[in-house]
């Protein structure tokens, strides 16, 4: 018995066999992105027992659920788990329920897109390739790069211009070859898509390459693992660009559900910038289709004009009763100064935008003060500096003399 049945095109229906090597579906193109179907009696009977008996506690133990071929294309690296850190002090200044925070900022290369990279490597380790290329506004590039060079595998990033110089930084030290293009996140991931074809690279491309996408399906296995498959969150926030986390996010609840692993399944809600914002206006139109609109947001790695992987991003929302809305930067900002001064976690505007998502949605009533929430952070704010601590309090100069024991006493009186 197979573990997977099939490959299907999500905007066509037509399936492939499993093993297959094709990433897109041949009727629909680019736009034809495929899923990886399941035996959900197979994964039934045989999950809960691989992952306990698994010698490896990163992502590669929930195999049962994901396209891995074998345990020797397993990367080097260990991806996962990230913490889960429940949070008194910051769920008191909101007033909700302790919100439960899955903090991915602290995976290998600091962000969510090491869960996808380590599939796409395993997957491209198993085929006998050694090169693999990407188009990225940082996270995913950063990813790739770092997680393929212990492997000695070489990675060709494709960055817009824009890119925070943090995220060019690591790129460069983990040895990638990297091309700024002159244009926009889309821009660079046509670019990739047309290199990939021309020389036959591997491509890491969650919305192209199916593989990806399964790895972001780990972050629901994982926190449901570390609640110890009770207790599930009722509603799970993350930030949305290009709709790749959180359609994988949603599909991995949603197979744990199927699979009778868990009774209760949560909703799941997107959070999108008010000036990048392409998904959820479709989710909210009750359609499919997408308008493209020019991005204006400083979340860079939200920001977004064509979301490659909307169809996942909605449709599986949808299964998870789940929904979407939007927030405003000055709203992201203030959320990434709550997280770190409340709960010392220090996370780039696109991660913070999840925890907005919470105070809009306590606000708008689509939660209560006592629901039980999760949210994603999907990124470091060390990629993002200025934009993660815009809303940060700035320095206090003092005079180089006796005036500056003075100007502190103001602030902080002596006792008695």
């Keep these: 018995m197979e573990k997977i049945i099939s490959k299907e095109c999500v ?6 066999d499993f093993n297959k090597d094709i990433m897109t579906c041949d009727v629909c193109g680019i736009e034809g992105i495929l899923d990886f179907n399941y035996d959900y009696d197979f994964t039934r009977d045989n999950y809960l027992k691989e992952v306990e008996s698994s010698s490896r506690k990163d992502l590669f133990r929930f195999n049962v659920l994901l396209p891995v071929a074998d345990t020797s294309s397993y990367t080097r690296t260990i991806v996962g788990p990230s913490p889960v850190i429940k949070s008194q002090r910051l769920s008191d200044h909101i007033g909700i329920k302790p919100i439960m925070i899955k903090d991915d900022g602290r995976l290998p290369t600091s962000s969510y897109k090491d869960r996808a990279s380590a599939l796409a490597i395993s997957d491209a380790k198993h085929k006998g390739i050694n090169l693999i290329c990407a188009a990225s ?3 995913a590039a950063a990813s790739i790069a770092g997680l393929t060079a212990p492997e000695g595998i070489q990675s060709v990033i494709f960055v817009p211009g824009s890119a925070p110089a943090a995220k060019l930084a690591q790129l460069g030290t983990y040895g990638a070859k990297v091309f700024t293009v002159d244009g926009s996140y889309d821009d660079a991931f046509t670019l990739s898509l047309q290199a990939a074809e021309m020389f036959n690279w591997y491509l890491r491309s969650t919305a192209v ?16 693992h570390q609640l110890n498959y009770k207790n599930i969150p009722e509603v799970v926030f993350v930030s949305v660009g290009d709709g790749c986390i959180i359609g994988g996010l949603a599909k991995g609840f949603l197979d744990l559900y199927r699979s009778g692993i868990i009774s209760t399944l949560p909703r799941v809600i997107g959070v999108q910038s008010e000036g990048s914002s392409v998904i959820h206006d479709a989710f909210h139109s009750g359609s499919e289709n997408i308008v493209i609109k020019s991005p204006w947001t400083r979340a860079d790695s939200i920001s977004v004009a064509f979301p490659r992987d909307y169809i996942k991003a909605i449709r599986n929302v949808k299964s998870c009763d789940g929904t979407y809305i939007t927030v405003s930067d000055s709203e992201i900002f203030n959320a990434s100064f709550l997280l770190g001064s409340k709960e010392g976690i220090f996370a780039e505007p696109a991660a913070a935008t999840s925890l907005a998502g919470v ?9 209560s003060k006592s629901t039980d929430t999760a949210i994603f952070i999907t990124g470091n704010g060390l990629k993002d500096v200025s934009g993660s601590s815009m809303s940060a309090p700035k320095p206090t100069q003092l005079p180089k003399s006796e005036t500056s024991l003075k100007t502190l006493k103001n602030i902080f009186p002596l006792p008695g």
């Design 11 to 16: 905007k066509c229906g037509k399936t492939f």
């Design 137 to 139: 506004t940082g996270n």
């Design 209 to 224: 390459n199916p593989v990806l996408s399964e790895g972001k399906k780990t972050g629901a296995f994982e926190l449901v």
């Design 359 to 367: 105070i809009k949605a306590l606000e708008k009533g689509i939660i």
